[in-house]
């Protein structure tokens, strides 16, 4: 909404919450969110086309164009448990456009959602019976975290779907001349409903198939002393595969990935197709063994214990340049070591610890009642010196640039020996560890010992 306020000065663009306190961090200086390049965004049209405000009626009232962007996590109960969309807050968002609606509106659909979702939100905007004329438009976001302002800036494209008939294509006109503020039109795409709503599950299902591809060669490289950037390199200059996205990891975490397709996995089973549910689901089956693997080999090589052992994690975010720890695997190596009763020490230089001890407790069920020594045996340090400070061992586990420059020999002068250091992002120079005395081992690369024998 920043970036539409931003290139569309004509427009008025409100933001409503029914959280008191977001809103009044969104009307502050310091912004819920990081994200770069935000906040200049921000500072530069708040109070004057773009306003953040709790007077949701009244706004609804206002607008003609309501993009639906609430939150639409996987179900954690019920029919659909662990795979089908939680659509609670979509459907409640809708009842109340239903209510309070006078004059015909456009209502976006910018949250993910299922496809087939905008028939439901038809029947709810239907069944008021008020009379008001309704568009659905589905305009799904393909923004990611930590890049999201330059990917806002200059899309790759802007996906619209929506109704066929006259009216339908007259709502999607108008949205479409919103982007073409400063969005090329050619790179904005209209489409039916459904397909719109089905492309940002694939797009994102796609994606994520890409890591879990490379992850699962990145397990045979490490068997054969083939190194998996090596092959990623290889064959990403191939233009039908393409070099992006091939970066082997620790697996992939955020928002998206694993929701959507568990979602689509859901969606497929329902329409009784069990073999393509299958198929999306085995690359999350995969991003789980990706995790799992990494601790094993952790504590493998620490000689089949880690009990008691001080552990330093290097990040905690799902990826760098981001705060959030959605699905991030650290808090899967994190479980799996304090299950081993190892003392995990975590050093990221923007996780929040309030958001990192919530992650244990949405993802992993973890709370201080079911696990009493949480608070000792996971704990954070904003000095990655002090976090290394007499560990066994160094796990990287989000790729952030500040981790490459730390002086190493200081940290391994200060570190339980043998020294260990995992890099679940393949960011560090291993050679010069390997050179200063750590024992290196990383995501699908010949073996540890200098000189890869
Ligand atoms: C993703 C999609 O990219 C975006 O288009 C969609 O709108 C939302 O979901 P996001 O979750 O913000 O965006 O991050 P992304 O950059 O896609 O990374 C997702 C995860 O995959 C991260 O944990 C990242 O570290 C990991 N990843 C990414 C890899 O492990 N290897 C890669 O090569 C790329």
Redesign the pocket.
């Known amino acids: 909404m920043a970036m539409i306020a931003k290139h569309c000065p004509h427009i008025k663009v409100t933001v409503v919450d029914l959280s008191v306190r977001r809103i009044k961090q969104w009307n502050s200086d310091d912004l819920p969110i990081f994200e770069p390049g935000l906040d200049e965004c921000i500072q530069a049209v708040r109070g004057k086309n773009l306003f953040f405000s709790n007077e949701i009626d009244k706004n609804i009232d206002e607008s003609d164009i309501i993009f639906v962007a609430v939150n639409t996590p996987t179900k954690v109960y019920g029919m659909g448990k662990g795979f089908a969309s939680n659509l609670t807050n979509l459907e409640k968002a809708a009842r109340n456009i239903a209510k309070v609606a006078k004059t015909p509106k456009i209502v976006v659909e910018k949250s993910t959602v299922p496809v087939k979702t905008a028939a439901t939100i038809r029947r709810v905007l239907d069944a008021a019976n008020s009379g008001v004329q309704f568009q659905i438009l589905s305009n799904p976001?393909?923004?990611?975290?930590?890049t999201a302002m330059k990917d806002l800036e200059a899309p790759s494209r802007v996906l619209i779907g929506g109704g066929q008939d006259a009216a339908g294509l007259k709502a999607i006109q108008t949205l479409v001349d919103v982007y073409a503020n400063w969005v090329p039109r050619a790179r904005i795409i209209t489409t039916n409903l459904w397909s719109s709503e089905l492309s940002k599950l694939v797009?994102?299902a796609f994606?994520a198939q890409r890591?879990s591809s490379i992850n699962s060669i990145s397990a045979l490289c490490e068997k054969t002393n083939a190194d998996v950037d090596e092959v990623a390199n290889a064959i990403g200059t191939d233009p039908r595969i393409g070099s992006k996205?091939?970066?082997a990891?620790v697996g992939?975490?955020?928002?998206?990935?694993q929701k959507d397709i568990l979602n689509l996995v859901y969606l497929c089973r329902s329409y009784n197709l069990h073999e393509v549910a299958d198929y999306w689901e085995s690359v999350v089956k995969m991003n789980d063994y990706q995790k799992k693997r990494f601790s094993l080999r952790m504590v493998r090589t620490m000689f089949n214990t880690v009990t008691g052992k001080r552990i330093a994690l290097f990040g905690f975010a799902?990826?760098k340049n981001t705060g959030d720890t959605r699905e991030t695997a650290a808090a899967y190596i994190a479980d799996h070591l304090l299950k081993e009763r190892a003392n995990v020490v975590v050093h990221d230089p923007k996780v929040l610890d309030e958001d990192m001890y919530l992650e244990f407790k949405y993802t992993l069920g973890m709370t201080p009642e079911s696990f009493p020594d949480m608070k000792r045996c996971l704990s954070s340090e904003r000095d990655p010196y002090a976090a290394a400070k007499g560990a066994h061992c160094i796990a990287v586990m989000t790729e952030w640039d500040c981790f490459k420059t730390l002086d190493y020999e200081k940290i391994f002068a200060s570190m339980a020996k043998p020294a260990f250091v995992f890099d679940g992002r393949n960011i560090l120079d291993h050679e010069k560890l390997r050179k200063i005395g750590f024992e290196v081992y990383a995501i699908g690369k010949p073996a540890a010992i200098s000189g890869g024998c």
């Open positions: 976001e393909f923004l990611a975290e930590g797009a994102n994606l890591i996205f091939l970066r990891s992939f975490g955020g928002s998206c990935f799902f990826k």
